[in-house]
């Protein structure tokens, strides 16, 4: 039971009764360091408060004390509240069920806080603290990497890319892109020096697909890697795996950007686009288009020229309404038109090289686009000068075996 607090009327001590039976003593609890918390009512105007002392009944340590359902009843939530010293608290069962709702509360969050349940007094703060600095609160480093630059590189320092050419693909129709950077990673045996930490693509994870031997073969690669060859001054980004929905446009431009900061001298995106989308025009012609941005066009446009390439033709921004203005599509490119809008109106100078073609075997298809590159670059040389080198002497990365799956077991047969 709780000590009963004299009334407002009382002005004196009742007398002790000498024949009332002597009380017996009180036996210590677990309590003995038990925080006090005093309420005070809003419609006193400020006067006197009454407190409980959280001591009374049966508990455990570091547990309040369990309330009877009366004194739940009768108890008024509607108070600010403030800690004062047990000595100075008078008795009310507010205090108590105050401090139960409240370390209910606090402990019934998942039990996200690895650490017991603190002990009076104070025991509020302490959790709060103790949350504060729990493993799981913890802000992990790549968060920071994620927001202060895109790319990540493999060892300190970073790489310098000053004047270097950027190189990657668009994840396009038959993936004709990223297998034309495949190649060209896989011939000029590009090293890795970094990866980009994005959320904007699918993560995914597997062994070297440039491997060699037994012992590089184990080396992991992630959906977006970089790699460079400073002795050409080239840097290429490969793509391995798909966007995010709505997610294409931020890594576009996190991605120019990156690319702007680095002063990359030029950005190549290798792309394709869907046969069937040709006009009459496009069907009479070569298979293979460029677009060129206009910061890139004073540099590059009389180089162009000489290789007579044809350029990406302008069509219908709605197909099959003849009064609609003209503009770029590439049906199936999928960031390339992005990547390219964004370029013009950054002054970025990009050149996109892209082939019409149809989902199946389309190794001839990336084939066919870095040899398109390579009349612009000049990145390989044939080994045999004559009329009949046909073929240039492209590497075919390791990967590729299974670029179909595995072979067909003979139990079947």
């Known amino acids: 039971m709780l000590p009963t607090a004299p009334g407002p009327s009382s002005s004196a001590a009742q007398e002790p009764n000498p024949c009332a039976p002597p009380e017996p003593q009180a036996q210590p609890t677990a309590t003995k360091n038990a925080c006090v918390v005093t309420a005070r009512s809003e419609t ?66 998942r039990s996200r806080s690895p650490f017991p349940p603190p002990v009076f007094p104070g025991w509020v703060e302490t959790a709060r603290a103790r949350r504060s600095t729990s493993p799981r609160s913890r802000v992990c480093p790549i968060t920071h990497l994620q927001t202060a630059a895109m ?128 006009n009459d025009l496009q069907l009479c012609s070569t298979p293979f288009r460029y677009l060129l941005t206009p910061s890139m066009q004073k540099s590059v446009q009389n180089k162009i020229n000489s290789l007579n390439w044809e350029e990406m033709e302008k069509s219908q921004c709605i197909p099959g309404i003849e009064d609609s203005e003209l503009c770029v599509r590439i049906p199936g490119g999928g960031i390339t038109k992005i990547l390219y809008e964004e370029s013009c109106s950054r002054e970025i100078s990009m050149a ?44 075919i990365p390791s990967s590729w075996r299974l670029l179909f799956g595995s072979g067909l077991p003979p139990a079947l047969f």
């Open 44 to 109: 006193n105007g400020g006067g006197a408060s009454d407190g409980a002392e959280l001591g009374s009944g049966d508990s455990s340590p570091g547990m309040p004390p369990v309330l009877p359902e009366r004194t739940r009843e009768a108890v008024n939530l509607e108070g600010p509240l403030r800690t004062r010293r047990r000595e100075d608290a008078g008795p009310h069962s507010f205090a108590l069920l105050f401090c139960q709702l409240s370390y209910r509360r606090v402990t019934s969050r």
């Open 151 to 278: 790319f990540v590189p493999c060892a300190d320092p970073a790489p310098e890319l000053t004047g270097f050419t950027f190189l990657m693909p668009a994840v396009s129709v038959g993936n004709v892109g990223q297998l034309a950077i495949d190649l060209i990673i896989s011939t000029l045996n590009m090293f890795k020096v970094g990866y980009f930490y994005t959320d904007c693509l699918v993560p995914m994870v597997g062994n070297n697909p440039y491997a060699t031997t037994e012992e590089n073969s184990t080396e992991l690669s992630i959906n977006a890697e970089v790699y460079s060859l400073p002795s050409r001054k080239l840097v290429a980004l490969q793509l391995r795996s798909i966007f995010i929905k709505y997610k294409s446009k931020p890594f576009c431009e996190k991605l120019l950007s990156w690319v702007k900061s680095s002063n990359c001298a030029r950005v190549i995106v290798l792309s394709s686009s869907h046969s069937y989308h040709r």
């Open 352 to 395: 996109v090289l892209l082939k019409f073609v149809s989902e199946g075997d389309n190794i001839p298809d990336a084939l066919g686009l870095v040899e398109y590159l390579n009349e612009w670059l000049q990145i390989i040389k044939p080994h045999i000068d004559g009329p009949t080198a046909s073929a240039l002497p492209w590497k």
